[in-house]
């Protein structure tokens, strides 16, 4: 049997094909699994109806457009979804954003209102989806986000968005602390670097790409698709003794020490 059979999985942040949330969209369709796509712009929405048309011509997908910068938008995507499926199994959230100006040079120089807009559309975003998908979680479920290593070290541009990381991974904790209570399990994955639009906002991203293709123990970067597998098992019930976690899938750059 598939390993996400008869399981309804929403994934959130899907821009194009090279965005790691379509990485695990194509993962969770290859295990079996009910998609639900949410989109925040209208040309990502037609992105994503084009991308399934091509990939997934007998699957029937439900597309949903969310903001979750917007309490009210995301309370209502959840609502759409509701009507549609009843209940759901799996949450992937896949969203950041910063201004470009607080992605270079130093992090000392972050506006107060760069440093809010980052940590609001970037971590607090998976508390107020969380909150939303608990509801339609009735027997349980997961929640994964995309995390990434400046949330632990100071790389070098990636600046206030390392400080939205390490409070969404804070965050991880905390809901897995109090969802666990609903067999609700929520966990982070730590991507390593990956050439996609939101990637092209960090000054810098083609030395990060080759620092990792010379010092991982892999010697080599990751693909949006060996993501998207890591995350269809984080949504599968091969993963359900797993919560509060990060999982690093990164060629095992994180491990060295120079
Ligand atoms: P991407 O640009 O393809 O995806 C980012 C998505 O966030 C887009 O779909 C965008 O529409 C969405 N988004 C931004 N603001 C939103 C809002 N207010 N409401 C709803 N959606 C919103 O880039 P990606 O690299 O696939 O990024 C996905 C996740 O992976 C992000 O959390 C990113 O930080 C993380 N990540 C990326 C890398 C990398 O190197 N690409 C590495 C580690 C982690």
Same mark, same amino acid.
């Given at each position: 049997m598939a390993l996400l059979a008869g399981k309804t999985i929403v994934i959130m942040g899907i821009a194009n094909r090279r965005s790691i949330g379509w990485g695990v969209a194509e993962a969770a369709h290859r295990h079996g699994a009910r998609l639900v796509l949410t989109y925040r712009s209208d040309r990502a929405g037609e992105q994503i109806h084009k991308l399934c048309s091509e990939s997934f011509p007998e699957t029937p997908v439900t597309v949903v457009q969310c903001d979750v910068a917007n309490d009210d938008s995301v309370e209502q995507a959840f609502d759409v979804i509701a009507d549609k499926h009843g209940c759901i199994d799996g949450v992937v959230h896949s969203i950041a954003h910063a201004n470009v100006e607080d992605l270079q040079g130093e992090f000392v120089a972050t506006s107060r209102e760069g440093f809010t807009f980052a940590t609001d559309v970037s971590a607090y975003s998976l508390v107020a989806v969380? %909150? /939303?998908a608990r509801k339609l979680m009735t027997e349980g479920g997961s929640i994964a986000t995309m995390s990434y290593l400046g949330a632990e070290r100071a790389v070098p541009n990636y600046n206030v968005m390392g400080v939205a990381k390490a409070a969404l991974e804070s965050c991880v904790r905390y809901l897995a602390n109090d969802l666990g209570k609903d067999a609700i399990r929520v966990n982070a994955v730590s991507a390593g670097p990956i050439r996609t639009l939101a990637a092209k906002g960090v000054r810098g991203f083609n030395d990060v790409l080759h620092a990792v293709e010379e %010092? /991982?123990?892999?010697?080599?970067?990751?693909?949006?698709?060996?993501?998207?597998?890591?995350?269809?098992?984080?949504?599968?019930?091969?993963?359900?003794?797993l919560t509060g976690e990060v999982l690093h899938v990164d060629a095992g750059y994180h491990i060295i020490g120079m």
């Amino acid at each position: 049997m598939a390993l996400l059979a008869g399981k309804t999985i929403v994934i959130m942040g899907i821009a194009n094909r090279r965005s790691i949330g379509w990485g695990v969209a194509e993962a969770a369709h290859r295990h079996g699994a009910r998609l639900v796509l949410t989109y925040r712009s209208d040309r990502a929405g037609e992105q994503i109806h084009k991308l399934c048309s091509e990939s997934f011509p007998e699957t029937p997908v439900t597309v949903v457009q969310c903001d979750v910068a917007n309490d009210d938008s995301v309370e209502q995507a959840f609502d759409v979804i509701a009507d549609k499926h009843g209940c759901i199994d799996g949450v992937v959230h896949s969203i950041a954003h910063a201004n470009v100006e607080d992605l270079q040079g130093e992090f000392v120089a972050t506006s107060r209102e760069g440093f809010t807009f980052a940590t609001d559309v970037s971590a607090y975003s998976l508390v107020a989806v969380a %909150r /939303a998908a608990r509801k339609l979680m009735t027997e349980g479920g997961s929640i994964a986000t995309m995390s990434y290593l400046g949330a632990e070290r100071a790389v070098p541009n990636y600046n206030v968005m390392g400080v939205a990381k390490a409070a969404l991974e804070s965050c991880v904790r905390y809901l897995a602390n109090d969802l666990g209570k609903d067999a609700i399990r929520v966990n982070a994955v730590s991507a390593g670097p990956i050439r996609t639009l939101a990637a092209k906002g960090v000054r810098g991203f083609n030395d990060v790409l080759h620092a990792v293709e010379e %010092r /991982a123990p892999l010697r080599r970067n990751v693909s949006a698709e060996e993501v998207g597998d890591v995350t269809a098992f984080l949504m599968s019930d091969l993963s359900r003794g797993l919560t509060g976690e990060v999982l690093h899938v990164d060629a095992g750059y994180h491990i060295i020490g120079m």
